[in-house]
């Protein structure tokens, strides 16, 4: 794993370092599964009842409220996101609290009714919780949060790696790295963005999945939320788990200027600043045109647009991104969380 | 080496600057270019305004300014 | 586009020109990693004519900084009353006994500012802590240092210190055109840097070696812009120093230059993969000393030690692609870097592993 035999938070990264941390410590310790058909959500079959989708994850954010959103907002949409892009109907979540001594409970107050709000709007119910205390660790009390979720799976559905096919269109509902730009620029320390015109993404997806699979069924072959480590991190693992190569057009990837304005100021790439209200979704080529059309309708994805199509397979899969200005370059899966650099 | 940005000053308290970057508000010390004020376009490099930029070759030297042009038509 | 596809056509009619004189080779030095990282990123190095070699130069601060700097960064994160403010580019530059990165996940404090009064800021909020702020960086970013040190200096912010390995980007240029493995034909010369200096600084340069120097700003269009009048002035035989970047004046900014001028003394200095350059560095003057954190600590002697097999050196001092460096994607990868140029984004090894590698 690295020298010093200790978690580094790049392990969190969601680039390679984590999925070495999964494959090479958490799943042979388990005693679970191969890590290369791992989804963000299990599908599992219970007699008598049918199959249910079901998925969990944890959220720290420094710091916890940012323009946008906050950690309950973002705790019940990450959830309900991991349960819409496997093609499910998000039904019930849980809400676990982990806080340290010292929390200001008038925080956790705004906390909470954000995580409520969200859920509601999202027809989505906190149905079960929990909460635990600790000893404070660092200089501010901080927070954690647990969700986890069950979806019913569309009747239509058929979302998987194995589905995707040689021409099909990879779209992506909108402008990206607007998550992780908004909470770089507030960090303690670093304090970009004084008035918080940056703005998080932080939005629940399934109503775009679901009517996308409810329109386009079997056509939609694959989904997913590109969160940490951004779309290079999702198309990474795309090319990887399919044997296929991808290619994209930087010019047809959505952008928002201030994200992008700020990735400049602070030396990171907007492919792979994570995302928390996008999904990218491959659909066959014959409906992308329509896809996008009915994504655009919803506010959510008005930005929608076709970046690129899946290749064929390959003995070395690739993503490879056409350039601005007419040259080509790699998209490979970060490795750990970028840092803001200057010089 | 050396990143550094362009963006227009909207306001100046003595060599605090709160500049514009595409619609974010960053603060820049503007010690080192003690001449500028609100409404110049200035390169800014980890919180310091290095200088002053002509408002004409803004957009002809800079793409990504060219592309945020763009980006706020669509 | 357009304007992309007519320098273009410019820059293979030069070529047509160079080949009809005999010369299939030339070979280009962007010294700033912002334009490494911007040549890579953009995939422009696939679209040149075969023959013209773009190498990347020793302008990442990160790179070029010896690893004793790292290790005595790394001694004093290890300090219980020590916090470490840092540019983000130093945080995973592997010391001897680990980086920053791996110090914070022993409970060290190391934290990330974006720029150097910020850390004075931390310093006042947190008295009974000793701030020492990693100030590393060319002469763009020099004077942010001598602003912070004078802002403390006045201000009486007595916690606060800065461990410095600043550089100065001329020396290094002249000491790489002195050393004759290394051929260059021509300085692709760094946007912001020139900013502070101004594009003249350049012109002993050209005079004393015949090399065309030519400072570019940072997207595709000034890159190719840049190479494209140093491939004029080479099929012209007409070596100058010049500015193809509207954000840079003959003479610089001399207020920056007058802050570097308070606030540092120009002192010789070790750079990885080069060695000791006279006259190449910045040590902070008498009247600040009290805010050297070399004096202010008692530290430890940290020898200069380069990884066994790591060619940073060479690659720094354009001898070698990162390529042809053995551990390069073996066991020197960015998330297990051995060498500093693999470590900073903008290092060479780390641009070219990210967006080069087939």
Redo the contacts between chains.
Sequence with gaps: M???G?????HGGG???TNELISQVILPAIGGQDASSLEDAATIEIPDVGKIIFTTDSYTVEPIEFPGGDIGKLSVCGTINDLAVCGARPIVISLALVLEEGFEIGLLKRILTSAGKSSKKAGVSIVTGDTKVIERHGDTAGITVNTAGIGLPLRQARVGFDRNETGDAIIISGPIGQHGMAVMAQ?E????DITGSLISDCAAIHNLTMKLIESFGAKVKWMRDPTRGGLSATLAELAAATGRSIEIRESEIPIDPTALAVAEM??F?LLSVANEGKVVAVVSADVADEAVKLLRKDSLASKANVIGEIGKVDD?P?VE?L????????I?MP??Q?????? | ????IPAKIESLDQHIATVDLAGAKVRA?T????EAKVGDWV?V????T??I??EK?VR?????LREMDELQKR | ?NR?AEIRKKIDAYWDTLLSSGRDDVRIMEI???HTVSI????????FPKGLKLISGP????CVTGQSYVDKAVYLARQPDVII?T???M??VPGAT?SL??V???GGKV????????AVD?ARRCEDKQVVFLA???E??A??TA?AIQKADREGVENFSALLSHKLVIPAMRALLNDKDIRIDGFLC????S??TGWRVYEPIVNEFARPCVVA?F????I?KGICEILRQLAEQSPAACCV?????ETG?L??QE?IHETFDVIDTYWRGIGIIPASGLGLKERFSRFDADKRFNLPVFEEHDPPGCRCGEVISGKCIPPECPLFGTIC????PIGPCMV???GSCAAYY?????
Excluded at chain 2, 1 to 4: D, F, R, S, T, V
Excluded at chain 2, 45 to 48: E, L, N
Excluded at chain 3, 40 to 47: F, P
Aim: hydrophobic share 35%.
């Design positions: 690295n020298q010093s200790k978690i580094l938070l790049a680039g390679q370092l960090r320390g670093l304090k970009i602070l030396g790439d070395f690739l991104l350039t601005r200005s007419g040259g080509k370059r790699i490979q490795y750990g970028d840092l803001p650099r200057i010089c | 080496m050396c990143l550094a010390d010690t080192l270019t003690p390169l490099h980890a919180g310091y290095i200088t930029l002509d070759d002809e030297t800079f793409a990504v | 586009m992309i700033c990693g912002t890579s990123r953009s995939g422009l190095r696939a679209t302008g990442c601060p990160v403010a540019y983000g580019d945080v995973r680990g990165e791996a914070r996940g022993e934290e990330v500012v974006y720029s150097a009064h910020q931390l590393i960086g060319f763009t970013t004077p942010a602003l760094p946007g912001h840097v900013v502070i700003g997207d595709d269009e000034q190719l970047y509207p954000a840079v004046s900014n207020h920056a802050v990868t960015p998330r297990e900073s984004s903008e990210k967006y080069d590698r087939h």
